[in-house]
Nanobody, 124 residues
Framework: QVQLKESGGGSVQAGGSLTLSCAPS????????MAWFRQVPGKEREGVAG???????WYVDSDKAHFTVSRDNGGNTVYLRMGNLRPDDTAVYYC??????????????????WGQGTQVTVSS
């Protein structure tokens, strides 16, 4: 069974930085698309950033300035570097992935594998 495991969440003051990481277990191939989503209570899960096997990236426009998504050379560990964090970045952040070839998108419906989520709390 494929599982994604996030790490790196926590509490930070506004203006601070965090780096999230995510890696799958139980999977021997290369995930084609890997992405980060976030969710706050009462709102839908929203895309943050993603990256495909060839290191092509996408970002939700509002996040592009202070988030950076990357992937390790081995292929299946994805990172989200978050700088200059703001209180409205507070959310549970989820890692997602799929192995089929296709356009990587910010639609949660396109992703097959999900992590349990990691809390990021930014205080003012």
């Amino acid at each position: 069974q494929v599982q994604l495991k996030e790490s790196g969440g926590g509490s930070v003051q506004a203006g601070g930085s965090l780096t999230l990481s995510c890696a799958p277990s139980g999977y021997t191939g290369t995930m084609y698309c890997m992405a980060w989503f976030r969710q706050v209570p009462g709102k839908e899960r929203e895309g943050v950033a993603g990256i495909n096997q060839f290191r092509n990236t996408w970002y939700v426009d509002s996040d592009k300035a202070h988030f950076t998504v990357s992937r390790d050379n081995g292929g299946n560990t994805v990172y989200l570097r978050m700088g200059n964090l703001r209180p409205d970045d507070t959310a549970v952040y989820y890692c997602a992935a799929h192995s089929y070839r296709g356009a990587c998108s910010d639609s949660p419906d396109k992703y097959i594998y999900w992590g349990q989520g990691t809390q990021v709390t930014v205080s003012s």
